[in-house]
């Protein structure tokens, strides 16, 4: 029986070039940039004027999805949002001038927001909210300009 070292390598060197390609396959995985969660509180009160509110602005780094979760509000209320441009990284100058997609949003539910922030020209987000009540109430909730 005569060992064919040619062969032995041959093998080898096969089993171990896809080992490395299935390692590196798996390592491949892009998460966005700025996807990490903010939570912020509003108080809206539309009877007195203040049913609008915006965060301050995040760098989007990139084309996806804008990310938002209601925590609570009171009496499990409901408020509108939308992903809006900014001025800068902690701006409180927004843009609305492109097609804002909105979402009613509920405690304990995420959503991850179809936004057209990026492909509009801006680098920097806010998440625009509006009251959903006529009376005056409070709700908190997490976002992210980006997600996973």
Known sequence: MRLNIKKILSKTLAGALAGALVFS????ITWANNYTDTTATMTFDEVSGDYVDYTIG???EDASSGYIRGIWADNDRTF???LVGANANGGTTYYENFKLI???VYPGQAYYMTNYV???GYNYAA???ESDYASQYTVEFAWSP???
Do not use: N, P, Q, V
């Open 146 to 148: 980006d997600s996973i």
């Open 102 to 104: 909105t979402y009613r």
């Open 25 to 28: 396959t798996g390592m491949t």
């Open 58 to 60: 995040r760098e989007k």
């Open 118 to 120: 990026k492909e509009s």
């Open 127 to 129: 998440m625009k909210c």
């Open 80 to 82: 509108l949002a939308a």
